[in-house]
């Protein structure tokens, strides 16, 4: 446990800057471009590689990659060194490849990915968009696997922080946006030259990222020689292992391309209401995954693996186990104030500028909805893990396909039953609906794999850890009637106050309760932040 902390708590450190960064980053978008017709084009653009990429690279790297690199570092001669040359050398290769071809079918996937009709101002726009962020592709990828080779090194912090560069980078790109152009948010005053300015800084940003990343793979002695002696790569055996997850991605991002075509559907019948606010509280949603969630996925998956080629499945279940209660113990209160806080959350970030403080708290309205989804949603990850560490990319695809069958099926209804000014909201509610069962059916199929996650003990550890949590929500709940109440309705100056004390507060609260509980892992949590404050 103590190590899974260390580890985990440099790599959280990481990702908070980062995400603390990629809110200010998000803030100075809204206020840049706002959540109209601009902001949809810019979203629906820059999502698309991101798609792709998962589609190639980044869910193969966990379940595939991660694993082989760590079997060539225990049995080649070289420890691995040759092969993770390869490796970056094919990857560097192929996402070239990748990224021209993109740019050239940009307006086939901007079509793909809207419900926009060619011709138009938003699709005109998308695509040009797109032309300038889909070079990203071969930075981003090529990053990605220089950081999968650090983590297997057991060094974390560099792939952590090395998004915080990048976001910085954009930062700059918009505050310039700003300055140098006079359309703001209106799609039909802005220039090629502006949309220059945003796509190619998006892209600058990637280029930033990437640099950090082979640097840091530098300083830990990794000389990248190009080796296109592929025979030796273990393509054949990455293919034939990596199938399944490709399968499972490609199923995960029809799921993806029905939201997207669902919400900007939504979007030009209810401006404000399409792409952009999903995107927006599914990044804030994905926030507390991000920090909490992969840093410990990242610092388990490895260790695993080598339990499970040693055949020590009893610390395969003591790894997962610890995971998740390590996990939920920040989690489960966090959903609760995500729930209670939405909109306290966003109107602070995104009510400025070209972004009106209604559409802020809309977004929050959605972002209150995955909260729902927060536990499930970690769960659900946690446990494909499992099955990645046994080598088996097979059934994640199926429970993939279950569970984007269940959200696409939802979202459909959703869409069809929900006013306009719903819609999101409603895509939120599946989202959430769908993990939720998807992590029951991964959970009895792990459990069947690994003989026993020990339910029984995590299930009470989740109980425990709801219970704890409970007197943190009525507390949010109570501060928002009070301040909402007395200053009618939600503005920068009352939102903060709600979460300094809703959340704030709450979540001491939280932990002063949790402590008391004997929850271990708040204990440990405590205790090691104490030590530091200490010292």
Request: with cysteine.
């Amino acid at each position: 446990m103590s190590r899974m902390l260390r580890a985990s708590a440099i790599m959280a450190a990481g990702t908070m800057v980062s995400r603390v960064t990629g809110f200010v980053r998000t803030m100075v978008l809204a206020y840049a471009i706002g959540t109209m017709a601009l902001g949809d084009s810019y979203n629906a653009a820059y999502a698309i590689p991101y798609s792709i990429l998962d589609l190639l690279l980044l869910g193969v790297l966990s379940s595939v990659v991660v694993p082989m690199i760590v079997r060539a570092q225990q049995h080649d001669p070289d420890g691995g060194r040759a092969y993770e040359q390869r490796l970056l050398t094919v990857a560097t290769v192929t996402l070239i490849a990748v990224a021209v071809l993109a740019v050239i079918g940009a307006p086939l996937l901007i079509d793909l990915y809207t419900d926009w009709a060619p011709g138009s101002k938003k699709y005109e726009v998308a695509v040009l968009l797109a032309r300038f962020i889909l070079p990203q592709l071969a930075f981003f990828g090529v990053g990605a696997v220089a950081g999968a080779i650090l983590n297997t090194r057991d060094r974390y912090g560099a792939p952590m922080w090395a998004p915080v560069v990048n976001n910085l980078v954009v930062i700059c790109v918009f505050l310039s946006y700003v300055l140098l152009s006079d359309a703001g948010s209106n799609i039909d005053q802005v220039s090629d030259g502006d949309l220059a300015l945003l796509g190619l800084g998006t892209t600058a940003g990637i280029v930033a990222q990437a640099a950090v990343l082979i640097v840091a793979l530098k300083r830990v002695g990794f000389a990248f020689v190009p080796r296109f002696d592929v025979r030796n790569a273990r393509l054949g055996e990455m293919a034939k292992a990596g199938i399944w997850t490709i399968g499972y991605v490609v199923v995960t991002q029809l799921g993806f391309m029905l939201t997207t075509n669902l919400s900007s559907a939504a979007g030009d019948l209810v401006e404000g209401h399409g792409i952009t606010p999903y995107t927006l509280a599914f990044q804030l949603f994905q926030l507390p995954y991000g920090v909490i969630g992969v840093s410990v996925i990242t610092a388990m998956l490895p260790r695993m693996s080598r339990a499970v080629t040693e055949g020590r499945f009893d610390d395969v279940r003591a790894e997962f186990g610890s995971s998740v209660r390590l996990i939920c113990a920040l989690m489960v209160p966090v959903s609760l104030l995500l729930m209670v806080l939405g909109p306290a959350i966003t109107v602070p970030i995104y009510g400025h500028g070209a972004n009106s403080v209604a559409s802020a708290v809309y977004i929050g309205n959605v972002l209150q909805v995955y909260g729902l989804a927060l536990v499930p949603f970690a769960l659900f990850q946690l446990l494909l893990r499992v099955f990645y560490a046994f080598g088996d990319t097979k059934t994640p695809v199926f429970v993939g396909a279950g569970t984007t069958a269940v959200n696409a099926l939802l979202m459909w209804l959703f869409y069809v039953i929900l006013p306009a000014r719903y819609v999101v909201m409603g895509l939120a509610l599946a989202y959430a609906i769908a993990y939720g069962l998807g992590a029951i059916i991964a959970w009895v199929l792990a459990s069947r794999r690994v003989r026993g996650l020990g339910g029984w003990a995590i299930g009470m550890s989740l109980t425990r850890m709801y219970l704890a949590a409970m007197p943190t929500a009525v507390l949010a709940l109570v501060v928002v009637w009070i301040v909402t109440g007395a200053f009618d309705g939600l503005g920068f100056v009352n939102s903060l106050i709600v979460l300094a004390t809703g959340g704030g507060l709450g979540l001491l609260l939280y932990l002063a309760v949790a402590h008391r509980a004997r929850i271990p892992e708040v204990n440990s949590i405590v205790g090691m932040v104490a030590r530091r404050v200490g010292r």
